[in-house]
């Protein structure tokens, strides 16, 4: 449910955009709306990163979980200066050593037990579709490995390498919240460094200059938000695991939403459309909730039908 449509949505991006010189349009056009996209990615990993500070370093009170996610900020940030020839190695490092603690993590996991029944991956499929095959084209540093690569082809290269870097999360998933072992944590802070500092590198550049203010606004709104999501005091492994779910939220209904109605149907964000855009986004929530964390996963099928008729409504009218 995870996996497959998370690969075939980054391999598809290049064979869909395909030009560089496509790519460079969108970005100017839609350049706000990924530098948002870069903001929650960033705000995401520093929750993450809090989060798991909170579960394995408890006596530590809140120095670790609020200094490691700020200090990897910082370090992201300076990764974000380095010139853009020196990144492909840096990806290259990055994804070796990721590869590597894989390995050193073995042997896999091999009784698995289901959380959930068959019915919900069938019911949250669409969903988890609709997420991971459109959120690739507000990604900005999707757009700049598109405008930086030889061939549209690197993106099913990428699809194979980021179908291993799953397989290695595999690996760890079921002892993460239990246990942190140093390679682990390294392989955690590396990546998650590793994706900081693209997107704000990727993200700020997107912005015209008159922008670039309120961007470091809204990133140092949105990530003390997600640090202190992460401290809630009725917190606990459970509501961690329920908030980490819910982030979702932007990357399988937001954003993906926001191609089909604006993006693939070429509509501008009017006042009207905007507000109902966001009335529709208000309404779809409960359902998400309850769909994903509540045993209703049904529900969460009512959101993708919404946009989706709206988007295919609107190429009817264009028509």
């Known amino acids: 449910m995870f996996a497959i449509p998370n690969v075939l949505g980054c391999t598809a991006f290049g064979y869909v955009i395909r030009t560089p010189d496509r790519s460079k349009k969108l970005v100017k056009q839609y350049g706000g709306i990924m530098s948002l996209f870069a903001i929650v990615t960033v705000a995401f990993?520093?929750?993450?990163?809090?989060?798991?500070?909170?579960?394995?370093?408890?006596?530590?009170?809140?120095?670790?979980?609020?200094?490691?996610?700020?200090?990897?900020?910082?370090?992201?940030?300076?990764?974000?200066?380095?010139?853009?020839?020196?990144?492909?190695?840096?990806?290259?490092?990055?994804?070796?050593?990721?590869?590597?603690?894989?390995?050193?993590?073995?042997?896999?996991?091999?009784?698995?037990?289901p959380t959930h029944p068959w019915q919900d991956v069938v019911w949250l499929w669409p969903i988890t579709t609709f997420g991971f095959v459109l959120c690739p084209y507000l990604d900005p540093t999707f757009h700049r490995a598109m405008q930086s690569s030889p061939s549209k082809h690197a993106f099913g290269i990428f699809g194979i390498a980021f179908a291993i870097m799953i397989a290695v999360t595999c690996i760890y998933h079921n002892v993460i919240l239990a246990t942190l072992p140093i390679l682990l944590a390294l392989h955690l802070v590396i990546q998650s460094t590793f994706t900081i500092g693209a997107h704000l590198k990727e993200g700020w550049k997107t912005n015209v200059q008159q922008r670039r203010k309120g961007f470091i606004?809204?990133?140092?709104?949105?990530?003390?938000?997600?640090?202190?999501?992460?401290?809630?005091?009725?917190g606990g492994e459970?509501?961690?695991?329920?908030?980490?779910?819910?982030?979702?939220?932007?990357?399988?209904?937001?954003?993906?939403?926001?191609?089909?109605?604006?993006?693939?149907?070429?509509?501008?964000?009017?006042?009207?459309?905007?507000?109902?855009?966001?009335?529709?986004?208000?309404?779809?929530?409960?359902?998400?909730?309850?769909?994903?964390?509540?045993?209703?996963?049904?529900?969460?099928?009512?959101?993708?039908?919404?946009?989706?008729t709206w988007a295919f409504a609107d190429c009817k009218t264009a028509k």
């Open 45 to 113: 990993h520093l929750f993450f990163l809090a989060m798991i500070s909170v579960l394995h370093f408890p006596e530590a009170g809140f120095g670790a979980s609020i200094v490691i996610p700020i200090a990897i900020l910082f370090l992201g940030a300076a990764l974000a200066l380095l010139p853009n020839r020196l990144w492909p190695m840096l990806a290259t490092v990055v994804w070796i050593f990721s590869l590597f603690a894989g390995f050193a993590m073995l042997p896999v996991e091999t009784s698995i037990q």
């Open 238 to 308: 459970d509501s961690s695991v329920n908030d980490y779910i819910r982030f979702f939220v932007f990357y399988g209904l937001i954003f993906p939403a926001l191609v089909v109605t604006f993006m693939f149907t070429k509509r501008s964000f009017t006042a009207v459309r905007t507000i109902l855009f966001c009335l529709a986004i208000i309404l779809s929530l409960p359902l998400l909730e309850l769909g994903y964390l509540h045993g209703s996963a049904w529900l969460s099928v009512l959101p993708v039908v919404l946009f989706l």
């Open 217 to 234: 606004l809204l990133l140092v709104t949105a990530c003390t938000i997600a640090i202190a999501v992460a401290h809630r005091s009725y």
